[in-house]
């Protein structure tokens, strides 16, 4: 069951898409995630690139970000969100419809203090999207990037970026990371 496990909304249930599509965060990470930034995310700006059912955008409006961006190319996956956001009636959540790196190649101008990474596997997109974050700079001064992904997954970080935090949770590894400044 997919379910919103801290803040205002805590314990409300989400529609998530079919596994086919998307392969949803569990409880214990996404619980590990916010915990290692509660007290960063009040009043901040949340992008949640492959944003799957919105769940984690969900979660960071549940726990204080002012607002989020929830992307996503998949439009089942696409429709799940907004039913989401609609189901809680949450509206500062913006959803778009849009690849991610498209989005990330638009987005110059705009600025997030968290950007929210979890791509499919099977793509190795990371070296793209940390260029593109760069080079649009998209992230604030003191922004975080947080990638989740597979432990076994091969990730470069370019210089300017300097990892923070580095946990593993069974197969999944998450990391947190912030400007090289």
């Known amino acids: 069951m997919l379910r919103v496990i801290s803040g205002l909304y805590s314990g409300r249930k989400l529609k998530k ?4 599509i998307t392969r ?14 509660q007290f960063k995310i009040k009043n901040s700006i949340f ?5 799957g059912s919105g769940a984690i955008s969900i979660e960071a409006i549940s726990c204080g970000a002012m607002k989020a961006f929830a992307i996503e190319k998949n439009k089942k996956a696409f429709k799940i ?5 609609e189901n809680l009636k949450i509206n500062n959540i913006v959803s778009i419809n849009s690849d991610a790196l498209t989005f990330l190649e638009k987005s ?20 793209e999207i940390f260029h593109l974050i760069d080079k649009n700079k998209i992230l604030s001064n ?5 990638v989740e ?5 091969k990730i470069d970080i370019p210089n300017n970026f300097l990892v ?5 949770y069974g197969k999944t590894l998450v990391l947190l990371i912030s400007k090289n400044v």
């Open 17 to 20: 898409p079919d596994l086919q």
């Open 24 to 37: 949803p965060t569990t409880n214990r990470v996404k619980k590990a995630i916010f915990s290692i930034i």
């Open 47 to 51: 992008l949640d690139l492959f944003s």
């Open 81 to 85: 969100i907004n039913e989401n956001i």
């Open 108 to 127: 110059k101008g705009k600025v997030f203090d968290f950007i929210y990474l979890d791509p499919p596997h099977n793509l190795n997109l990371f070296k």
């Open 142 to 146: 003191k922004g975080y990037i947080i």
């Open 149 to 153: 992904t597979n432990k076994f997954s």
């Open 164 to 168: 923070i935090k580095n946990k593993k």
